[in-house]
């Protein structure tokens, strides 16, 4: 049969015992220890010299290759300003910015500036000894020596907003070193330490850099608020002075002569005058100032008046536009007309014999800026301005664009750089001032000022009622001659109406030697007809939108 064989009794018990020991021996011998974490090994000693710079000295090891650290070098201050601190004199590394790029094991050297703080007596040195290392660091160590007796000390480690003290710190027996100890500090994480030194041992102070805002960019206080109220003062009252002395009518200022008004009524033995002779387009520009749309409707209605065209108004249905034709008149000698209006009379017919209204739409455009300038010129050349009045106003107003960029930039720069950005917007005020009132700086000479008194009158004529004692034969006549200057003074309505009731309301006549209408048209009909015409040319002549002169 077979079986186990039974070991002896003393030889089961040294087997037994045997196991124990091994048990025993198990138990009581230590784990391999875990391998210390890799990581910079930072010796860095501090030196807070007299003149408040700090020396700073780091020995680093325990890595290899290249590393990489961003300092810190701007804090919140207060609530107006950025506390700088300025990094120079580097050695045994490259700093670009902020950065600085070591190969380790390497010894590196800098200066800071801005890192004391007068508080409560003492000047308070503050630094982020380690900070913004792209490896973790496994042992930092910092002696800090000062130009006087240390005062109290205290470090803190961990993230920038860290309340946790370092692993340890103190001070030597003399009082005049201080030692701080940190182990294991994350990539990006600082240990920070304070030194406090009697107030007199070391100079320097912060270094502050106002943080930007709208608020205190454009602070309004005693100070900026002064300054702001005086610079409009001088700068507003030196526009107005300048308006005073260039832009003022030379009649106001030699408070010209006093003409006679009987001057100014037009119509002596049966014919008309104008006042001085002027055209209507010519009064229109010298009233305004501006060769208007209107200057050149009411010249159109003018060369008809006067025997150059004539204007044939078009049958229509009820629901067409209405339209007129323009045709030249054998008779009318264009020579005899001024250079603006030979200019208007070639625009209209351009070498043909007649042209619709309609037609002119969008083509009569282009030749609207030379029948323009020919007025311009001609209120020069009439000696009523001593300069073209649309230059005049293009001069000032670009100015006062110019100021208004100038005034732009001053006040970014004010406000970014300074508290007194308000300054800046009292150039941008005058400038818009400026480039308003540009357009009330052509100034008429005496001439000019005698031509507009004596316009001004025959308006005050033209309107009172009182038309004196004309002759019947010479109304039709007289009457029509009117007219032009009406559209000039927006009066179209009430000399059409005068017109059509010369000849008693159509009964003797169904048209002028001027105007004609279509079939079944009368003189009855005439203020409705001349007041569309008038609003038709004018869009007609303007159809293709352009800017006008400034």
Request: glycine share 10%.
């Amino acid at each position: 049969m077979t079986g186990f064989r039974r070991a002896p009794a003393a030889t089961s018990a040294a087997v037994l015992a045997s196991a124990a020991l091994g048990a025993a021996l198990l138990a009581t011998t230590p784990a391999p220890a875990q391998a210390a974490p890799a990581g910079i090994v930072d010796q860095i000693t501090m030196t807070l010299r007299k003149d408040g710079t700090l020396h700073v000295s780091e020995k680093i090891s325990g890595a290899t290759g290249p590393l990489q650290r961003t300092f810190l070098t701007r804090t919140r201050h207060d609530d107006a300003d950025d506390r700088l601190y300025q990094i120079s004199n580097v050695k045994g590394g490259k700093l670009s910015g902020d950065v600085l790029a070591v190969t380790a094991p390497a010894t590196v050297e800098y200066d800071v500036k801005g890192t004391v703080t007068p508080a409560g007596g003492v000047r308070e040195l503050r630094w982020f000894a380690v900070n913004g290392w792209n490896a973790p660091v496994a042992k930092a160590t910092v002696k800090v020596a000062g130009p006087g007796l240390v005062q109290s000390l205290s470090c803190f480690a961990g993230e920038l907003t860290s309340a946790v003290g370092c692993t340890s710190a103190s001070m030597d027996h003399t009082g005049t070193e201080a030692d701080f100890e940190q182990a294991n500090l994350a990539p990006g994480q600082a240990l920070t330490v304070v030194v406090a030194y009697p107030e007199d041992s070391a100079a320097g102070g912060p270094i502050l850099d106002r943080r930007f805002s709208l608020t205190s960019a454009f602070a309004l206080d005693t100070v900026t608020g002064g300054a702001l109220a005086a610079l409009l003062v001088l700068l507003l009252g030196g526009l107005g002075l300048l308006y005073w002395t260039r832009g003022r009518d030379a009649r106001v200022v030699a408070h010209g002569k006093d003409h006679d008004q009987g001057a100014a009524v037009p119509v002596q033995n049966g014919h008309f005058s104008p006042p001085d002779g002027v055209r209507p387009g010519q009064i229109g520009t010298l009233v305004d100032e501006q060769a208007d749309v209107v200057d050149v409707t009411a010249t159109i209605v003018d060369l008809a008046v006067r025997g150059f065209l004539r204007i044939d108004e078009q049958p229509r249905e009820t629901y067409d536009a209405p339209d007129w034709m323009l045709v030249r008149v054998p008779s009318g000698h264009p020579a005899a007309l001024l250079p603006y209006e030979r200019a208007l009379y070639d625009a209209i017919f351009d070498g043909r014999d007649a042209v619709m209204l309609s037609q002119l739409s969008g083509s009569f455009a282009s030749h609207l800026g030379e029948v323009r300038d020919a007025l311009y010129a001609d209120v020069v050349r009439q000696g009523w301005f001593a300069r073209r009045p649309d230059t005049e106003r293009t001069r000032w107003t670009l100015a006062g664009v110019v100021l208004i960029g100038v005034g732009l930039l001053a006040t970014v720069a004010l406000a970014w750089l300074t508290t007194y950005g308000l300054l800046g917007l009292a150039l941008v005020i005058a400038g818009g001032a400026l480039a308003v009132g540009g357009q009330y700086m052509p100034a008429k000479t005496a001439r000019g000022s005698a031509a507009l008194a004596h316009t001004l009158a025959f308006r005050e004529y033209l309107f009172s009622g009182d038309l004196g004692e004309v002759p019947e034969q010479h109304r039709v006549e007289l009457f029509s001659r009117y007219l032009p200057y009406a559209v000039i003074f927006d009066g179209v309505e009430h000399w059409s109406r005068i017109v059509a009731s010369v000849t008693g309301n159509g009964r003797e006549a169904d048209n002028l030697y001027w105007y004609h209408g279509p079939a079944e048209w009368d003189l009855s009909k005439f203020a409705g007809s001349m007041r569309t015409f008038t609003t038709t040319t004018s869009g007609a002549i303007s159809a293709t939108r352009q800017f006008r002169t400034l």
